[in-house]
């Protein structure tokens, strides 16, 4: 298709009963190897690898695969850190999601900071608290700018260390009118001067 950069996932931790499939390990090529007998660092390593073993053909096809931290693996800075210094290619980089980074517990502008030179794409998505007790701290909501995420930091530190690449808006299904939430949004990062 020529395109230069494709979004990968390279897999999944957390089995939900209310999420879609994309996040259950019983469904998809890493199924086998998302069991209870294994620590996370053991599954991040197989899915690491699994990733590696597609660096050659990306190399020969020229495409850089942009793995997601989705909520997955990687979700964390240092998941993201030990696929780069496993992989060590230039064939691997990431798209940094903003708000997914929240929700793993991470600072923003710090992964920001860290991540920016493996940088491939970058989503901004926001992220809203959830009410106590819930099962995670923060969901996916809200019109960027609304809020939670620190967008003017998170860019700041994205281009002071390199990154001139895209940015895409990435609003939630559940925060209204699509149409009225992405133009809100999109006018908040423009009026950021990027």
């Known amino acids: 298709m020529g395109v230069p950069c494709i979004r990968i996932f390279a897999g999944s931790t957390r089995p939900e009963a209310d999420s ?3 996040h259950d390990p019983s469904w998809g090529v890493f199924g086998s190897t998302l069991s209870a007998d294994k620590t996370k660092e053991e599954v991040v390593d197989v899915c ?19 793995v997601e931290n989705h909520g997955g693996i990687p979700e964390t800075i240092a998941e993201c850190e030990r696929f780069r210094e ?13 708000g997914n980074l929240l929700k793993a517990g991470e600072d923003p502008i710090e992964a920001s900071s860290i991540l920016a030179d493996s940088a491939a794409h970058v989503h901004l ?28 930091g998170c860019i700041a530190k994205l281009k002071e260390a390199g990154y001139n690449g895209y940015y895409s808006v990435e609003i939630a299904e559940k925060t209204g009118d ?9 006018e908040y990062i423009r009026s950021l001067a990027l």
């Open 20 to 22: 879609d499939r994309s």
């Open 125 to 152: 998505k926001d992220v809203k608290k959830t009410p106590e007790g819930s099962r995670y701290p923060y969901d996916d909501g809200g019109i960027l700018g609304e809020v939670v995420v620190d967008f003017p």
């Open 178 to 186: 699509p149409w009225e939430s992405v133009r809100k949004s999109v």
């Open 86 to 98: 496993k992989i060590k290619s230039p064939y691997l980089q990431f798209t940094l999601d903003l």
């Open 48 to 66: 690491t690898d699994a990733v590696a073993k597609l660096i050659d053909y990306a190399k020969e096809k020229d495409v850089i695969l942009a």
